[in-house]
């Protein structure tokens, strides 16, 4: 490394003038950011073709403090929003960052089609397993026992196991990571920046403020405590295996990565195929 | 996972920066340097939290883990090489004396 | 800037609304289209399939229009010329998009091919009754631009103008078709491709450190920038600032808001466009659009037959409303005749733009057919005693 420079690495992906950040202390949402920061150095795109997509929530506020075409869309649609901006521009990197309840509750039918279509987003979910925004409302993540403002007795409904979800729907590259495991995400980050098709991570993290306190789990340190005493990785796991119950074990790692031709690669081979010379390609 | 050799035995040593006033006190930081480089200050910051402050400075081994976690993005650390004759490097106690921003 | 040569299909056709309009869209550089199916609008994108890999464009069918409506956005800001179609249950479904769009001032086209509501209604058959949400839908306080064709030349002319305006304007614009004149069959003459006129995108020229994504030039609007070019902005649903960046408080949406609302109504008469009939010296004006216009035309020349004088304003931009036009008018005419297949939506303008100076008579009908000239003419001569 060179001379010292009194810059944090995660400065160049910020709009350091909206610094401080909304989030609460303890919340994980930064420290996933400064994975998303190491994965984009290490991955050396440039950022000007970076295109960074969230929707309504605590963690879709990411979108506002990051230094890239950043786009704060609507209440669940991050994904169809990116997926008009990758056709439209399908030089740039689109990268979904949203929560739980946005892409996985009102965004849902978005996602499982993106991923059948296998268009080529790399979309980042934040799993508080609960509704940070609106104070603590039961999400289609929340384990069953849990108690939300809205759950006041206990959940009582089966959680989705995301990485499944996005498995059986068509994802091409899918990983589980805690905010405790920085060095793995940021690792998965970078894998999945460089893969074609559409990707998701999915990271557990501590929602401090309301999770974990209406919980009674403590505050964002003891969770991430707890994520480490608790995380078995086991990378190549079958997705069907990966339920999370109420503070139970959390089975982390890489379970899907695997090759299958985009949106884009399908559509303009179906194109070439029945039109040949008359395919006129995409005229931006 | 980051090096744990000591500092003496490598071809570099750790400088930690640390921007005081962005810190909200969750304690990762503390917690998670492998070396302890780190404890909760006394001292209040502006908005009232207790950032880190240095009690192993030595120890440090520019391994970024404390950048990696804090979700306030007010800590990292870097490596500096040693046999470099790098210009005075500010210190993590100016910065952080500074309100840890140039 | 005019057309492409390219993708215009240049010459006379016998063509329904619903395919003019597509054309239309190709014609004015549409190279984006997200739609989900559904009755009276599905051929519109049908077309687009058909057509798009061979204009250079993209279509894709989504699945459900909260996403063709939003697509449609992320393609803009990637550049392109974007529209999506649909009709009653979907437009409903494309409110909060509308609203995006409009506080994002992301230009957009919409196209609604009215049949009967509320809910599923009449599927296959006529009505013009989303005038009001084409306005209003949406929550908060916005502005939309609106046209509404009466045959399919126009729902070729009017496409065009619709993504001009878009573009002009930053902002939203809803093409109101009906079913009617969506499956109405007649000629349409394409004209060459170097007599459409298009407005480019407003792209900046400045250097990124210099670009303000929001700030406005004097008419109120701010220039554009493409994902992908280096500007690295923030686009966002929330009350921003010239920066994109949220500022939630009162003076900032104060300032936003008034803005967003400025633009178009301060530009009101510059977009306003209506065909006139005898009105020079009419005493029992018809107001009409759309299809219904065309019946409301055929009743006003059976009442000129009597002697009646009757004359017909047909607004083709039906938002903003042309009230400077109606307040002329009331000065001078007799009566308002507002012809129109809902039960009585764009009455209340007429009624509020004349201001109690002539009377106000509404026909209304609930759709599926339009109405009967002789019923028209009956009104009319009530009008004229
Ligand atoms: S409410 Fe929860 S998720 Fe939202 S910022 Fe606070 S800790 Fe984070
Ligand atoms: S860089 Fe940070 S985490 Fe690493 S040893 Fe230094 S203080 Fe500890
Ligand atoms: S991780 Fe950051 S916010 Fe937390 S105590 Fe350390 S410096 Fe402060």
């Given at each position: 490394m060179s001379a010292p420079t009194?810059?944090?690495?995660?400065e160049p992906l910020l709009?350091?003038?909206?610094?401080?950040?909304i989030w609460c202390p303890g919340c994980g949402i930064g420290t996933t950011v400064n994975c998303f920061a190491r994965a984009l150095e290490r991955s050396k795109?440039?950022?000007?073709?970076v295109a960074l997509v969230s929707g309504i929530g605590c963690t879709g506020r990411v979108a506002g403090y990051v230094?890239?075409?950043s786009f704060h869309t609507t209440h669940g649609r991050a994904i169809p929003f990116a997926t008009g901006l990758k056709l439209a521009r399908p030089e740039m990197t689109v990268v979904v960052y949203s929560g739980d309840g946005d892409l996985i509750a009102i965004g849902g039918n978005h996602f499982i089609h993106a991923a059948r279509r296998n268009v080529d987003l790399k979309v980042i979910c934040v799993n508080?397993?609960?509704?940070?925004?609106?104070?603590g409302q039961v999400a289609?993540?929340?384990?069953?026992?849990a108690t939300a403002t809205t759950a006041?007795?206990?959940?009582?409904e089966r959680p989705f196991n995301l990485p499944f979800l996005a498995e059986s729907s068509g994802a091409v590259y899918v990983a589980r990571w805690t905010a405790y495991h920085v060095q793995h995400i940021a690792h998965a980050m970078a894998e999945a920046l460089q893969k074609k098709g559409f990707c998701f991570i999915e990271i557990l993290a501590p929602c401090p403020t309301l999770y974990q306190r209406r919980n009674r789990l403590g505050d964002g340190l003891e969770t991430m405590r707890y994520y480490k005493q608790h995380s078995v990785i086991r990378n190549?796991?079958?997705?069907?295996?990966l339920d999370l119950g109420f503070q139970s074990e959390i089975t982390v790692g890489k379970f899907v990565d695997i090759e299958r031709p985009t949106l884009q690669q399908t559509m303009e081979a179906a194109y070439r195929q029945a039109l040949q010379q008359r395919y006129a390609g995409w005229r931006a | 996972m980051p090096p744990t050799a000591t500092p003496a035995a490598r071809k570099f040593r750790g400088e930690v920066f640390i921007h005081a006033d962005r810190c909200?006190?969750?304690g990762f930081c503390i917690e998670f340097c492998p070396p302890q480089v780190l404890a909760a200050a006394e001292t209040y910051n502006r908005h009232g939290y207790h950032p880190p402050r240095l009690v192993?400075?030595?120890?440090?081994?520019?391994?970024d883990l404390c950048g990696l976690y804090c979700p306030d993005f007010a800590i990292y650390g870097v490596r500096v090489p040693l046999a470099a004759a790098a210009p005075k490097p500010e210190t993590s106690r100016e910065l952080a004396e500074a309100g840890g921003r140039r | 800037m005019t057309a492409d040569p390219k993708t215009v299909l240049t010459g006379p056709h016998f063509m329904d609304g619903n395919h003019a309009a597509c054309e239309g869209a190709i014609a004015a550089g549409a190279n984006f289209a997200a739609g989900y199916p559904i009755t009276p609008s599905t051929e519109i994108v049908e077309r687009f399939a058909m057509r798009a890999p061979l204009v250079g464009a993209t279509f894709l069918q989504m699945e459900d229009e909260l996403a063709s409506s939003i697509a449609i956005l992320g393609a803009a800001w990637g550049g392109a010329k974007a529209f999506t179609v649909t009709s009653g249950p979907g437009f409903s479904l494309m409110m909060e998009h509308i609203g995006y769009a409009a506080m994002t001032e992301t230009p957009s086209v919409f196209v609604n091919v009215q049949r009967g509501g509320?809910?599923?209604?009449?599927?296959t058959l006529p009505a013009q009754g989303d005038m009001m949400q084409a306005r209003w839908?949406?929550?908060g306080d916005y502005e939309i631009i609106a046209l509404s064709p009466s045959s399919p030349q126009e729902c070729f002319d009017l496409m065009v103008d619709a993504f001009n305006f878009a573009e002009q304007y930053r902002n939203p614009v809803i093409v109101l078709m009906d079913e009617s004149v969506g499956h109405m069959t007649e000629k349409v003459v394409i004209p060459a491709a170097s007599q459409i006129e298009l407005f480019p995108?407003?792209?900046?020229?400045?250097a990124a450190a210099d670009y303000?994504?929001?700030?406005?030039?004097p008419d109120g609007i701010p220039e554009f920038a493409r994902a992908g070019?280096?500007?690295r902005f923030h686009v966002t649903g929330?009350?921003?600032?010239e920066h994109g960046y949220p500022a939630i408080n009162a003076p900032q949406q104060q300032e936003l808001v008034g803005r967003l609302v400025g633009k178009i109504r301060n530009h009101a008469e510059a977009i306003a466009r209506a065909e006139e009939c005898r009105?020079?010296?009419?005493q029992i004006v018809l107001v009409a659009y759309g299809i219904t216009s065309r019946v409301a035309l055929r009743a006003m020349q059976m009442a000129r037959e009597e002697r009646i004088p009757a004359g017909l304003l047909r607004p083709?931009?039906?938002?903003?409303?042309?009230e400077k036009r109606i307040r002329e008018l009331a000065a001078r005419a007799r009566a308002f005749i507002v012809v129109e297949?809902?039960?009585?939506?764009?009455v209340r303008e007429v009624e509020r733009a004349a201001a109690g100076r002539c009377k106000t008579i509404l026909m209304p009908h609930a759709g599926g057919a339009v109405h009967r000239p002789e019923a028209i003419l009956d009104i009319i001569r009530e009008a004229a005693q």
């Open positions: 009194a810059m944090n690495p995660v709009r350091s003038e909206r610094m401080p950040h795109l440039p950022l000007d073709r230094h890239l075409d508080n397993f609960i509704y940070g925004m609106t104070g289609p993540t929340t384990p069953l026992g006041p007795y206990g959940a009582f190549g796991a079958s997705t069907r295996d | 909200k006190g969750c192993n400075e030595a120890g440090c081994t520019g391994c | 509320p809910s599923t209604g009449l599927p839908g949406s929550h995108h407003r792209y900046t020229r400045r303000l994504p929001f700030q406005p030039w070019d280096g500007y929330l009350t921003h600032n009105l020079e010296d009419a083709i931009v039906v938002w903003p409303f042309p297949m809902n039960y009585g939506q764009m």
